[in-house]
């Protein structure tokens, strides 16, 4: 049974960090692309960041420089560091394995 479990959210001022985490079970991790999408009351969700098995990064334009998204193949987890946060980023962050697979999404609250 694959899951994929993120935790770290929470609510914090605008400028400050926080790390995404996202434990996965049931799938090769090593093996798969991982991705955080987040989705803003009313919007549709969007890709944040994404990384392949080799470390190879790709970031959303508004994200890049204050985001960092690592894995730990060891782990089986991945990251989403999060510096310089803003009130724009506010939305339920979703870990994916881009094939079909997410969590069950964590908040982000960022205050002015």
């Known amino acids: 049974q694959v899951q994929l479990v993120e935790s770290g959210g929470g609510l914090v001022q605008a400028g400050e960090s926080l790390r995404l985490s996202c434990a996965a079970s049931?799938?090769?991790?090593?093996?798969?692309?991982m991705g955080w999408y987040r989705q803003a009351p009313g919007k549709q969700r969007e890709f944040v960041a994404s990384?392949?098995?080799?470390?190879?990064?790709n970031y959303l334009d508004s994200v890049k420089g204050r985001f960092t998204i690592s894995r730990d193949n060891a782990k089986n987890t991945v990251y989403l560091q999060m510096n310089g946060l803003k009130p724009d980023d506010t939305a339920a962050y979703y870990c994916t394995n881009l094939a079909g697979r997410w969590g069950q999404g964590t908040q982000v609250t960022v205050s002015s």
């Open positions: 990384i392949t098995s080799g470390g190879f990064t």
């Open positions: 049931g799938i090769i991790f090593s093996f798969n692309v």
